[in-house]
């Protein structure tokens, strides 16, 4: 008997999960605003992590078997979620052979994209391959066949689409980005290569590794993503670049400029934003919590993208955050909250896009501007 087995038989993986949602409460009562919004948003938080953490690593984690679930969405946030995505996620292995099929629907972006491990187990989640909407090959029924391997099949069809893996690739995430809401969403299905029976039951091993690594994802996700919000109020009111470098090893896309940063207002100030808008694919901008989970779009206006701005007639865009309507174009709300962290994307910008310019004003003069 292997000591995972032992562990769950005994209850001692049961006992080290529960202790690792105690332990990760220690992030929010750490070093962190103490206000009671953002204690009561911290504590939830930490249970949609768990919520989504279990989802992901004990019902969905064989990689024999996977399946496309939506883990972050409305209640299950982490990382600066963007409103206008909705991200599907599976668990997949070096070690197979995967093909996803579907319809492209009519969503503006759409990726594919292969990591290595998860938030939780610290060293990052570095890509091993990335598919994007412009190589996808598409049939004129709307119809695509995508292959997942370590090395391009040497018989891939004219009609199939490449997706590389590595040994060690364990995530497949899929992307879908819809500048509006009649948008409709892509059409997937993935399935192993090669299976011809179903995986076997649920085994102790597999869930003490499932119970394991939901303790980590829920304590990792929470430190890494609060260290950022500590680390964005370096520039607080600002929209400096974020580091591509760590961009990449956290799993965003290469082919996306973004700006992570931190907002604070009074009750009676507005947060001006002014850029000039470069060629790209389109953009977008978001309001979060301290948490860096998006405010809530299903009833706020928090977020706005390049589908949805008022342009200004010499084709720059200007954002303005404030608690109450300054009687502007493009105004986004704060929901209740007074601080938090915010994020403006150029998806595909050609060249080095610009940094938008901010400014903190009374809320009186926004309308006077020019």
């Not at 207002?265 to 953009?283: K, M, N, Q, R, S």
Request: hydrophobic share 35%; glycine share 8%; charged share 20%.
């Amino acid at each position: 008997m292997s000591d995972k087995h032992q562990r769950v038989i005994d209850g001692r993986a049961w006992n080290d999960f529960c202790d690792a949602l105690k332990s990760a409460g220690s992030i929010v009562l750490g070093d962190q605003p103490d206000d009671p919004l953002t204690r009561a948003e911290g504590f939830r938080y930490l249970s949609r992590l768990a919520r989504a953490a279990l989802q992901t690593f004990v019902e969905h984690n064989d990689p024999r078997a996977p399946v496309l679930q939506r883990v972050v969405h409305e209640t299950a946030k982490m990382g600066a979620d963007n409103p206008d995505a909705a991200y599907f996620n599976a668990a997949i292995s070096g070690e197979h052979t995967y093909r996803i099929t579907g319809r492209r629907g009519t969503v503006r972006f759409l990726s594919f994209a292969t990591q290595v491990g998860h938030y939780g187990r610290g060293n990052g989640m570095p890509p091993t391959g990335q598919l994007g909407s412009d190589e996808l090959v598409v049939a004129p029924d709307g119809t695509f066949d995508v292959v997942l391997a370590c090395e391009r099949p040497s018989d891939l069809g004219p009609g199939q689409s490449f997706l590389s893996m590595t040994p060690e690739t364990g995530t497949l995430l899929v992307r879908q980005v819809r500048l509006r809401p009649d948008e409709q969403l892509a059409e997937l299905s993935i399935r192993r290569v090669g299976a011809h029976t179903h995986p076997p039951p649920l085994s102790p091993e597999m869930l003490a590794d499932g119970l394991e690594s939901s303790g980590q994802l829920v304590n990792g996700a929470a430190m890494l993503f609060a260290a950022w919000s500590r680390m964005f109020q370096e520039h607080t009111n600002r929209l400096p670049r974020f580091d591509p470098e760590i961009n990449a090893r956290f799993g965003g896309l290469a082919d996306v400029a973004y700006y992570h940063s931190y907002w604070r207002l009074g009750e009676d100030e507005a947060l001006v934003i002014d850029t000039p808008v470069p060629p790209c694919d389109h953009w977008n901008f978001q309001l979060n919590n301290h948490w860096m989970e998006s405010l809530d779009y299903r009833y706020f206006r928090i977020h706005i993208n390049s589908a949805t701005a008022v342009a200004r007639p010499d084709g720059s865009v200007r954002v303005v955050v404030a608690a109450r309507d300054p009687g502007v174009a493009n105004w986004l709300e704060t929901a209740g909250h007074s601080f938090g962290t915010m994020c403006w994307r150029w998806w595909q910008p050609a060249g080095d896009p610009p940094e938008p310019r901010c400014r903190v004003l009374p809320i009186s003069e926004v309308k006077d501007l020019p």
